[in-house]
């Protein structure tokens, strides 16, 4: 038993679990993060690409997107610290996001930009030369898998055009901004608890009463939220809920290569996102002169939907066929014979979108299924899970009455309810990392 006394337990020390903290510990809450790891950001916030882009196919995502990226340009302001480790930035590059019948031309993005006032240019594909090295500007669609005899064989002359958005970029070190937190959690009197797994929760009264950790250590508290990224199911299944939601969560495997810019190209400096729906690969500027190559989730790619403790950690033939992907895109990009890059986990729901909610268990909260787009959200969530938790703790129904969230940077209201474990899934969502 320990014997300090704290009012919420915060499972997990990612980015998001430290966010919900330090937003909860400046409304006057006594929080503990637990993490079985040995440091904040350990988990897969440590291989996130830490993009931060404001393009989403609906309002709301833009709006939340835009709200949180306000957070991170004003980072070390908000978090009234300096950490001796230094602090993380954020980096604008711009991003350019390509046209294709599958994302309708971009026509829902262009209009969610527009709902928002997010200012981007429509290019041409004679434009797009402006933002890629030496680019091959035609179709590759339908994505093949290497294997396949078509693979890497053009299917159209052209590709249909993009959207540059310039308000795009990426934070230096996603791991150090989560320590960064921590740093501003225990600043405002939140404590932390590193190497610790959570292996039951509590329950006394029909809510939620604190938690076990495998030494047999009991913490008591009335609140405690489920923060604990792609093994957020495991934990649903400790509270006894996950049957009851309509949303689950699971863990998927993904890889990521790292590939060496063509020589002359200084891509670290001059370098865009771009998301390319045509070749099925995102990219972004890495440290070292490198791109970094994620995977758009192509229908050809089987998923691996696997256990976070139990999973395969080298490299496949997926880390090859992302960097020959975008290869395609940049035919002088230099493909090294040995594999750069990482293997991590997205936390996906059903439907891609999020789970920010209340549960079954009373005192018992969700900040799951971020679905490998959530970092750039995590200040804003922070903010809106604190309100949520005090919200329903001072009798509120929100499945029935959704909180109403007033953001602080933009002139909008966002229905929580949006992010319900309960929702119907979400036909229009790309089933994707893009949302
Ligand atoms: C490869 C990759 C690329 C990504 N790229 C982007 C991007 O470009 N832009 C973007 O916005 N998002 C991106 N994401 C998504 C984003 O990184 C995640 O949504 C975010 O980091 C999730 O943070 P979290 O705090 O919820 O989870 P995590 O960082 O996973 O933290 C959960 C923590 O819970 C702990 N935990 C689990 N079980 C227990 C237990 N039983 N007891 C104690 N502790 C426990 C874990 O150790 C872990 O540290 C990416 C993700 C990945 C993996």
């Known amino acids: 038993m320990n014997n300090k006394q704290y009012d919420a337990v915060i499972i997990g020390a990612g980015i998001i679990g430290n966010c919900i903290s330090y937003e909860m510990a400046l409304k006057g ?3 503990l993060n637990i993490d079985k790891l040995g440091g904040s950001g350990f988990g897969s916030t440590a291989g996130s690409c830490a993009i931060i882009r404001l393009y989403y ?4 995502g833009v709006a939340l997107a835009r709200e949180g990226y306000y957070y991170w340009l004003d980072w070390n302001r908000y978090l009234n610290v300096t950490d001796p480790d230094g602090m993380a930035y954020y980096k604008n590059t711009g991003a350019m996001v390509f046209k294709s019948d599958i994302n309708k031309n971009l026509a829902p993005v262009m209009e969610s930009l527009d709902a928002l006032g997010v200012g981007y240019r429509e290019l041409s594909p004679g434009d797009m ?4 090295p030496n680019p091959d500007l035609r179709s590759y669609h339908p994505q093949k898998l290497m294997d396949d005899p078509e693979f890497g064989k053009p299917t159209g002359p052209s590709i249909n055009g993009a959207v540059y958005v ?3 970029g990426y934070v230096s070190d996603p791991k150090l901004s989560t320590h960064n937190v921590e740093m501003a959690v225990r600043n405002v009197g939140g404590d932390f608890m590193f190497n610790a797994e959570v292996t039951d929760i509590l329950t006394k009264d029909g809510r939620a009463a604190g938690v076990t950790l495998k030494d ?7 609140i405690v939220v489920n923060v604990a990224g792609p093994h957020s199911y495991f934990i649903n299944r400790m509270a006894g809920i996950e049957d009851k939601m309509n949303i689950k969560t699971r863990a998927l495997r993904v890889e990521v290569a790292h590939v060496p810019s063509p020589q002359g190209v200084d891509w670290e400096n001059t370098g865009v996102i771009t998301s390319d729906s045509d070749t099925g690969v995102y990219t972004r500027p890495e440290t070292g002169n490198h791109w970094l190559i994620g995977s758009e989730e192509p229908k050809c790619d089987p998923l691996e939907y696997v256990d976070p403790d139990d999973y395969n950690q080298n490299f496949t033939d997926q880390l090859k066929t992302q960097a020959m992907r975008q290869a395609m895109r940049v035919p002088d990009l230099p493909i090294p014979n040995k594999n ?3 293997v991590d986990l997205y936390d996906v729901s059903d439907d891609w979108y999020p789970i920010y909610d209340k549960s079954d268990l009373p005192g018992f909260y969700l900040a799951i299924g971020t ?5 750039k959200n995590a200040p804003a969530v922070g903010s809106f899970m604190s309100e949520l938790i005090q919200y329903c703790e001072a009798g509120n129904n929100h499945d029935r009455d959704p909180l109403q969230y007033k953001m602080k940077y933009i002139d909008r209201t966002l229905d929580i309810g949006f992010f319900s474990r309960n929702r119907e899934i979400n036909k229009d969502s790309s089933f994707s990392v893009i949302g």
């Open 340 to 342: 750069q890059g990482l």
């Open 57 to 60: 196919s609906s309002p709301e």
């Open 166 to 168: 310039p308000e795009s």
């Open 371 to 375: 679905s490998g787009n959530q970092y």
């Open 129 to 132: 030369k402006q933002y890629l």
């Open 216 to 222: 047999g250590t009991v913490i008591e508290a009335p």
């Open 29 to 31: 809450y006594k929080t």
